[in-house]
Nanobody
Framework: QVQLVESGGGLVQPGGSLRLSCAAS????????MAWYRRAPGKQRELVAT???????NYADSVKGRFTISKNNADNTMYLQMNSLKPEDTAVYYC????????WGQGTQVTVSS
Protein backbone atom coordinates (compact mmCIF):
# COMPACT_ATOMS: atom_id res chain seq x y z
CA GLN A 1 0.00 0.00 0.00
CA VAL A 2 1.37 3.37 -1.03
CA GLN A 3 1.55 6.08 1.59
CA LEU A 4 2.60 9.67 0.94
CA VAL A 5 3.26 12.10 3.79
CA GLU A 6 3.89 15.76 3.08
CA SER A 7 5.47 18.13 5.59
CA GLY A 8 7.27 21.44 5.87
CA GLY A 9 4.47 23.89 5.24
CA GLY A 10 3.74 26.94 7.33
CA LEU A 11 3.17 30.66 7.40
CA VAL A 12 5.77 32.79 5.64
CA GLN A 13 6.00 36.41 4.56
CA PRO A 14 6.11 37.35 0.89
CA GLY A 15 9.62 36.90 -0.42
CA GLY A 16 10.36 34.16 2.07
CA SER A 17 11.29 30.53 1.56
CA LEU A 18 10.04 27.11 2.59
CA ARG A 19 11.20 23.59 1.91
CA LEU A 20 8.54 20.92 1.59
CA SER A 21 9.24 17.22 2.04
CA CYS A 22 7.42 14.16 0.81
CA ALA A 23 8.11 10.82 2.46
CA ALA A 24 6.84 7.83 0.51
CA SER A 25 6.42 4.16 1.29
CA UNK A 26 5.26 1.41 -1.00
CA UNK A 27 6.55 3.09 -4.13
CA UNK A 28 10.01 3.24 -5.66
CA UNK A 29 11.01 6.74 -6.74
CA UNK A 30 13.56 5.36 -9.15
CA UNK A 31 10.74 3.82 -11.19
CA UNK A 32 8.21 6.65 -11.21
CA UNK A 33 7.99 10.22 -12.35
CA MET A 34 6.89 12.17 -9.30
CA ALA A 35 5.26 15.53 -8.87
CA TRP A 36 4.18 18.28 -6.54
CA TYR A 37 0.67 19.64 -6.83
CA ARG A 38 -1.21 22.38 -5.03
CA ARG A 39 -4.78 23.40 -4.41
CA ALA A 40 -5.50 27.01 -3.63
CA PRO A 41 -8.75 28.03 -1.90
CA GLY A 42 -11.64 27.84 -4.34
CA LYS A 43 -9.50 26.45 -7.14
CA GLN A 44 -8.78 23.07 -8.66
CA ARG A 45 -5.64 21.15 -7.90
CA GLU A 46 -2.82 22.16 -10.23
CA LEU A 47 0.50 20.64 -11.17
CA VAL A 48 3.45 22.59 -9.81
CA ALA A 49 6.56 20.58 -10.69
CA THR A 50 7.58 17.16 -11.94
CA UNK A 51 10.72 15.07 -11.75
CA UNK A 52 11.28 11.95 -13.83
CA UNK A 53 12.81 8.73 -12.59
CA UNK A 54 16.04 9.94 -14.15
CA UNK A 55 15.91 13.35 -12.53
CA UNK A 56 14.66 15.55 -15.35
CA UNK A 57 12.54 18.39 -13.99
CA ASN A 58 9.73 20.56 -15.29
CA TYR A 59 7.82 23.44 -13.72
CA ALA A 60 4.61 25.34 -14.09
CA ASP A 61 5.25 28.78 -15.55
CA SER A 62 3.97 30.40 -12.35
CA VAL A 63 6.80 28.90 -10.26
CA LYS A 64 9.61 28.61 -12.78
CA GLY A 65 12.80 30.16 -11.46
CA ARG A 66 11.50 30.21 -7.88
CA PHE A 67 10.80 26.57 -7.01
CA THR A 68 13.13 23.58 -7.24
CA ILE A 69 12.01 19.96 -7.13
CA SER A 70 14.45 17.25 -6.09
CA LYS A 71 14.40 13.74 -4.74
CA ASN A 72 16.47 11.10 -3.01
CA ASN A 73 15.81 7.70 -4.54
CA ALA A 74 17.67 5.91 -1.76
CA ASP A 75 15.16 6.84 0.90
CA ASN A 76 12.14 7.68 -1.26
CA THR A 77 12.00 11.30 -0.22
CA MET A 78 11.11 14.22 -2.46
CA TYR A 79 11.52 17.92 -1.82
CA LEU A 80 10.21 21.22 -3.07
CA GLN A 81 12.39 24.23 -2.33
CA MET A 82 10.24 27.32 -2.63
CA ASN A 83 11.90 30.73 -2.77
CA SER A 84 10.59 34.24 -3.39
CA LEU A 85 7.16 33.14 -2.24
CA LYS A 86 4.13 35.17 -3.26
CA PRO A 87 0.65 35.39 -1.73
CA GLU A 88 -0.69 33.53 -4.77
CA ASP A 89 1.44 30.53 -3.76
CA THR A 90 -0.87 30.03 -0.78
CA ALA A 91 -2.32 26.54 -1.09
CA VAL A 92 -2.27 23.03 0.25
CA TYR A 93 0.65 21.23 -1.37
CA TYR A 94 0.57 17.53 -2.23
CA CYS A 95 3.01 15.03 -3.65
CA UNK A 96 2.04 12.15 -5.91
CA UNK A 97 3.15 10.40 -9.04
CA UNK A 98 3.09 12.48 -12.20
CA UNK A 99 -0.54 11.91 -13.14
CA UNK A 100 -1.75 11.36 -9.60
CA UNK A 101 -2.00 7.57 -9.79
CA UNK A 102 -1.73 6.73 -6.10
CA UNK A 103 -3.72 7.66 -3.00
CA TRP A 104 -3.38 11.29 -2.05
CA GLY A 105 -1.89 12.26 1.28
CA GLN A 106 -3.17 14.96 3.60
CA GLY A 107 -1.00 17.64 2.07
CA THR A 108 0.79 20.46 3.84
CA GLN A 109 -0.57 24.00 4.11
CA VAL A 110 1.54 26.87 2.81
CA THR A 111 0.34 30.36 3.62
CA VAL A 112 2.15 33.39 2.24
CA SER A 113 1.00 36.53 3.97
CA SER A 114 2.34 39.62 5.66
Amino acid sequence: QVQLVESGGGLVQPGGSLRLSCAASGIAFNRWSMAWYRRAPGKQRELVATITSGGRTNYADSVKGRFTISKNNADNTMYLQMNSLKPEDTAVYYCNTDGGYVNWGQGTQVTVSS
